[in-house]
């Protein structure tokens, strides 16, 4: 798996390189933290579909 990724972050208003906090494997998949190193700002996807980032 990757650690680090990039996805724009609603915080800094631009595409940034999220880096890999924490993983774990769930019932619906794996789980995976992403924060940003510029302004702090994370999210979980699961299992790559899933995007808290959604929802904000």
Known sequence: ?????DHHCPDCG?????YR???TELHLGQ???WYCPE???GF???D????STASA
Do not use: P, S, W, Y
């Open 14 to 18: 631009q595409e940034r390189t999220f």
């Open 39 to 41: 302004c702090g700002f």
């Open 1 to 5: 798996m990757a650690r680090e990724l």
């Open 44 to 46: 979980v996807r699961i």
């Open 31 to 33: 789980k995976t933290k």
């Open 48 to 51: 790559g579909d899933i995007d």
């Open 21 to 23: 906090a924490a993983a």
